[in-house]
């Protein structure tokens, strides 16, 4: 009987790991996808992006372009309270799903998307500056539908952000 269990718990755990493989697999197909289409746009597009780097990697999948020098230097943690105004589009398409207008909000950073927090503090934006992120879908919203923004499964976003405030 428990060698019968064991087994039954071996089969499992090895079944387990089958998943959890395929899982990953899955993640770094569409890594690859997103990025080439990210490289694919900005050579399009003539834009002159640079990659988020962490550390020595740059697997990131988030690009920036600063489009206007602010004025004054700030600097950003994740704890930060942010007041910005932006706008973000699905990279590609100019029909935007989120915006901000006379109202701008404030997000603490390490509450934001792991694009926009990799993307705030490496393109070292400053108030009154504004920046522009192309967004690779695992540091949005990834394999998910947010169906609450009109967005599908693995969107690659592009926001311009304007920063107002930082307050530390």
Not at 41 to 54: D, E, F, G, P, R
Not at 69 to 80: C, K, Y
Request: with cysteine; net charge positive.
């Amino acid at each position: 009987m428990i060698r019968v269990l064991i087994t039954c718990l071996c089969v499992l755990a090895i079944a387990g790991c089958k998943k959890s493989d395929d899982a990953i697999k899955k993640v770094q197909a569409q890594a690859k996808i997103d990025d080439q289409l990210i490289v694919d746009y900005i050579s399009k597009n003539n834009l002159q992006a640079t990659k988020v780097m962490i550390g020595n990697a740059d697997t990131t999948g988030v690009w920036f372009i600063n489009t206007q020098t602010g004025n004054e230097a700030a600097l950003i943690t994740n704890s930060s309270l942010l007041t910005v105004g932006y706008e973000g589009r699905v990279m590609g398409s100019s029909k935007v799903f989120t915006q901000t207008t006379n109202f701008h909000p404030s997000y603490r950073l390490g509450d934001m998307i792991k694009g926009w927090q990799y993307g705030l503090t490496k393109s070292q934006v400053k108030k009154g500056g504004k920046v522009r992120l192309l967004i690779a879908s695992r540091y949005a919203y990834g394999p998910y539908d947010q169906l609450s923004l009109g967005l599908q499964a693995n969107s690659i976003l592009d926001f311009d952000i304007e920063l107002f405030d930082v307050t530390n």
